[in-house]
């Protein structure tokens, strides 16, 4: 009662003014009075419901099995919010702001990952683009379609840095270098956030997993990772660093075990690091029931000690774990965790709600689902996006594109499993929504050539029924399209597989297919690299499709025919087996360059990271600085000319990547620090250039994260070209 008292008398002072309403609902004021007006009318038990995510919905993921279903308390923080309509959202928003004493709204989250119901290709096919602008264009639109639906948050881009792919979570991020999953990273925030994160049509951004996920020990989910203070620098940081200062509203902390300090309790990642040298400002949400899963890592005895080991270290809101609902408020009394760190917490939840415009506007418009999702000008948007992600990797003999061949036999699993080409973490998407590859293929190839069809081989056990009559079928045709690969939940979270390779009865077709003395082609459909070492030799021609998400198999029927003009590139290594992992383009040198290699195999990767071909050839003038020494301060520009010596016009992305052989803390024998994709017409020539900037393209960090840049020689390389310039 009395506190009760204390309260009103306190909100009666300090926050309605005589005349009307509370100053934290008015609009005019600067978003950091009204948060800390807020602040001071709540209860601790208020505050500490801000800290909750619990969910609301029919849950969509096999992985995220809901605890408590039980009633959701309307003054939750946040609800990850399942259904594709914002009709039930409003109805819980409702409760929030009109049975709560303070009408504090509820924060609705959820993983749109590479899309909402218009799907596009997983992430790390987008990367293959190297086209930012698309990118942020696609992140762009799933937020609009995302926000018109009721959620205000996101839980992406995720930016692990990933060298296994082994590791199902390979396939939602940018790929094995920090550069590249830092410049996605930065596109996705300014294309999901927009320049006004209360509109209509934008998201608030979650940068996730912070951090070192991607190192799981032998690609198993959810396990230990082992990384050094530099390897975390080096590697890990620089794409959350990206993200911070593209103004990400908010971050996630990882599931792994940081060499001895879970991510959820690990006071050096979140507190030292981002809130502190960083200087986030924002919100930091743990993954899924994180907090109580610090029992089975070994940090907490109980789910009291996780929830204060995870606060403290500087985790704001606890997802599903009822780890804060249950214990903060005793650990506070009892003097274990500070009223500041709540605070500071809950003022971190308010000041998103404030900037997102909750307050003023916290329902979503009930606009028909047909004029916000699978618009036109999204799937559209879409089949742009996984066209420019196809990677041509192999085409001997100039065997693609087809043309002029009579009859085309497309054969293997993924002929007729268009949900499949989903991928994983796909939003709302449908499977019914997605062109099937035997759809594209006849509208491609209908008017010009005979298509016969056969799956003949399933995903993967031992029913080799199929092989007889599709050999028949290949025997038919002048050339043998195979469609091969994985299934969607093969990758992605807890998606772990021990082999890359494709699995054994799909080689053995690809084998068998081979008896028929045709030409093949192998297109592949991953959420990861894949091995193909045994396989490559008996095929004439490989494409990369990855999971395109709805645009389905039209994007890669262009490819086949030369509508499209395949103009992706690598953003990960394709090992020649699984026994190579880790194998990524950053290594470092070994003390034996030419030592220390396999026995077996050669030591090298089958397709190297940048890899990719495209029907045209570009033609690469010299590398040019506009001065050979500079001091660390001033800056020069590099230059190379890329000539299109083929007969169409085709896009080229040129990689500008750096090397120091000589530094007091080893770096690796290339660093990738630029990009640049342009269109060049056949016959033309275009310039690329790198801006350098010592200071931040030659600089490197130690292990505390103290950036240092050293007088000496340095590379600056493309392709097989290397200049040195030399820093004083
Ligand atoms: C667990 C996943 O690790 C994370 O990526 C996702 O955002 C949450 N579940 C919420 O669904």
């Not at 948060?35 to 096999?62: F, H, P, R």
């Not at 986030?280 to 993954?287: A, E, H, R, T």
């Not at 001997?396 to 293997?412: H, K, M, Y």
């Not at 597989?497 to 077709?509: A, D, K, M, N, V």
Request: charged content about 25%; aromatic content about 8%.
């Amino acid at each position: 009662m009395k506190t009760l008292a204390c309260l009103m008398l306190c909100c009666g002072l300090m926050s309605w003014p005589l005349c009307g309403q509370p100053r934290y609902k008015d609009a005019s004021l600067p978003v950091e009075e009204r948060v800390e007006d807020l602040l001071e009318c709540m209860t601790l038990e208020e505050k500490i419901l801000q800290l909750n995510q619990y969910t609301l919905g029919a849950s969509d993921n096999a992985n995220n099995i809901e605890e408590v279903t039980a009633r959701i308390p309307a003054g939750i923080g946040s609800l990850i919010y399942y259904e594709e309509n914002p009709e039930l959202r409003n109805g819980m928003q409702r409760r929030a702001m009109e049975q709560t004493r303070l009408g504090i709204p509820i924060l609705f989250g959820y993983d749109v990952i590479h899309g909402f119901r218009t799907v596009y290709p997983i992430s790390l096919a987008q990367a293959c683009s190297w086209n930012t602008d698309l990118v942020r264009e696609a992140c762009d639109m799933a937020a609009a379609e995302a926000r018109r639906s009721g959620v205000d948050w996101t839980f992406s881009p995720m930016i692990d840095v990933a060298r296994d792919g082994r590791w199902g979570r390979i396939s939602e991020g940018y790929g094995e270098d920090p550069y590249t999953n830092a410049a996605f990273c930065t596109a996705s925030v300014e294309g999901y956030q927009g320049s006004d994160l209360s509109s209509s049509t934008q998201v608030a951004a979650c940068l996730k997993h912070y951090v070192g996920y991607g190192a799981s020990e032998a690609g198993r989910d959810y396990v230990y990772t082992e990384i050094s203070r530099q390897t975390l620098w080096d590697t890990y940081l620089p794409p959350y660093e990206a993200g911070v200062r593209a103004g990400a509203a908010t971050v996630m902390s990882s599931f792994n075990d940081i060499s001895g300090t879970p991510a959820t309790c690990n006071a050096y990642t979140l507190s030292k690091v981002l809130k502190g040298q960083w200087g986030f400002g924002g919100l930091v949400v743990s993954d899924w029931a994180a907090v109580p899963q610090l029992i089975p890592q070994g940090a907490a005895a109980d789910r009291k000690e996780a929830a204060r080991l995870a606060v403290n270290a500087g985790l704001d809101m606890d997802m599903v774990g009822h780890c804060y609902d249950n214990y903060l408020d005793s650990l506070v009394r009892e003097g274990a965790v500070s009223e500041e760190r709540i605070d500071d917490a809950v003022r971190r939840v308010l000041t998103l709600k404030f900037r997102l415009g909750l307050f003023e506007r916290p329902y979503t418009g009930e606009v028909p689902a047909d004029q916000r999702l699978l618009l036109p000008q999204n799937r559209e948007l879409a089949e742009r996006l996984a066209e420019e992600s196809i990677v041509l990797l192999k085409n001997e003999g100039g065997l693609l594109p087809l043309q002029g061949q009579r009859t085309i036999a497309v054969l293997g699993p993924i002929v007729d499993a268009p949900g499949e080409l989903l991928g994983s973490w796909s939003g709302h998407g449908r499977g019914e929504e997605v062109c099937p590859v035997r759809d594209a293929l006849t509208e491609e190839f209908g008017g010009t050539s005979q298509v016969l069809f056969h799956a003949g081989c399933p995903f993967d056990g031992d029913d080799r029924s199929g092989f007889a009559s599709a050999l028949e079928t290949a025997r038919e045709a002048d050339v043998v399209v195979l469609f091969m690969g994985e299934r969607r939940g093969w990758s992605g979270e807890n998606g772990s597989r021990s082999c890359i390779e494709l699995p054994e009865i799909q080689e053995e077709f690809i084998v068998e297919m081979q008896k028929a003395g045709k030409p093949m082609v192998l297109v592949l459909s991953s959420g990861r690299p894949l091995a193909l070492q045994r396989v490559e030799p008996l095929c004439d021609a490989i494409v990369e499709m990855w999971q395109p998400g709805v645009p389905g198999g039209r994007p890669v029927a262009g490819v086949l025919s030369g509508r499209v003009n395949p103009s992706g590139k690598l953003s990960v290594t394709f090992p020649r087996t699984t026994g190579q992992i880790p194998v990524y383009y950053n290594r470092r040198q070994s003390s034996r360059p030419r030592q220390g290699l396999y026995q077996d195999i050669p030591s090298t990767p089958l397709y190297e990271f940048g890899h990719g071909l495209s029907y045209t050839s570009f033609e690469y003038g010299d590398l040019k600085l506009s001065r050979e020494s500079v001091t660390g301060g001033e800056t020069l520009t590099a230059e190379i000319s890329v000539t299109n010596t083929g007969e169409r016009d085709g896009a080229e992305t040129v990689h500008w990547f750096i090397s120091d052989p000589a530094c007091r803390i080893t770096r690796p024998l290339r660093e990738l620090k630029h990009f640049e994709k342009q269109v060049i017409p056949a016959g033309e020539t275009r310039v690329f250039r790198f801006g350098i900037d010592p200071a931040r393209d030659l600089s490197f960090v130690d292990s505390d994260g103290n950036r240092f840049l050293e007088p000496g020689d340095y590379y600056i390389m493309v392709k097989d070209r290397k200049v040195r310039l030399q820093v004083y």
